[in-house]
């Protein structure tokens, strides 16, 4: 059973909401009675609960809204029973009660754009959709207005592993508070934007986390990340993907497809580009001097990345940051931070 603010609403506007339930059903037969009246109890009945205990004179309009915004979701089982996943399900329960004044105030702009970004989060390979709702969850209380919450939700996007978003990422938590913006990225104690900012900017494997980030005194190369699976195991890579870089930009091959990847220590994503607009841009083919490719491995500065566990080396690729190194036998790229000069 929903709550009787909720059944308030329902009841004083029960023909309006059947009319629009009856439309979404006969556009979508996804529109199902049992599953859209399952996600106003278990999903929509906690956002209006929160709503009703700190503005109650809201209440109409917010379920008004979780109904219209709900109703789509369902119908495109991306909330509810029948839904591809629990992410949106998760965001309304979690984030929305968290900043109920937020929702109370600004529904049709704070309902819609949450679930546009759990549903992102969700359908991204390799994205924390889990952490970006925890750290939503946690901070919303510190927002005071919607704008603030929408700018939160995109740095806490790029946190949560959507590397792409990196530069929009900084330029947005530029205009938030600095304390909300040092939370959102979890900053050491005591730490300045400005400083993180500027770290950020110059160094994609800078992770603000951790309050020493002294390289190792070690002869191997550290890993950052591997990106990319074989497509018969849900990955995109159909045979071993073969890297190429064109300035600071990397390019990823496998058989006639190809991909931009951006990487940075939060994650890393890849998006298909057209074999045209890689065919017009100028591959680098060559390395640097400090780097050579043996059976064994790769060497960069002196220190070795042993990659026979993968197979030989079979393309290798270089920006002023980051080391790409894909093999014969894997599907996967291996990415490494650039070593210091010795």
Known sequence: ????????????????????????????????????????????????????????NCVPDVAAVAYEVGLQLVSHRLAGPGARHGALDEAWRRILPAAATLVAEAPRRVLPAMSNAAHHLAAAPGARVSAWIEALERLAPRCP???????????????????????????????????????ALDAVEGA?????????????????SRPVQEERSSDALSVAATVGAFRGFGGLFTEPPRVRAVGEWLYVQSGDEFWVLTADVFGATLHRVPVDAVASASLRLDLPPEVKVTRRGVEWRKRVLD???????????????????????????ILLPRPPIS
Do not use: K
């Open 1 to 56: 059973m929903v709550s009787d603010a909720f059944a308030a609403v329902l009841r004083a506007r029960r023909n309006e909401f059947n009319a629009r339930f009856a439309e979404a059903r006969r556009q979508n037969s996804g529109a199902e009675p049992v599953a859209f009246g399952a996600f106003l109890e278990t999903t929509a009945d906690v956002v209006v609960r929160a709503v009703d205990r700190v503005l109650p």
């Open 145 to 183: 207005d919607a704008d603030t919450l929408l700018t939160l939700g995109q740095v806490a996007a790029w946190r949560a592993g959507l590397a792409h978003y990196r530069e929009s990422a900084l330029a947005a938590a530029d205009t938030l508070p600095e304390s909300l913006a040092l939370s």
């Open 192 to 208: 300045c934007w400005p400083t993180i900012r500027a770290r950020l900017r110059a160094e994609p494997w800078f992770d603000p």
């Open 307 to 333: 990659t026979r566990a993968f197979g030989d080396p079979i393309s290798v690729a270089t920006t002023s940051t980051t080391l790409a190194v894909s093999c014969s036998a894997s599907h996967h790229v």
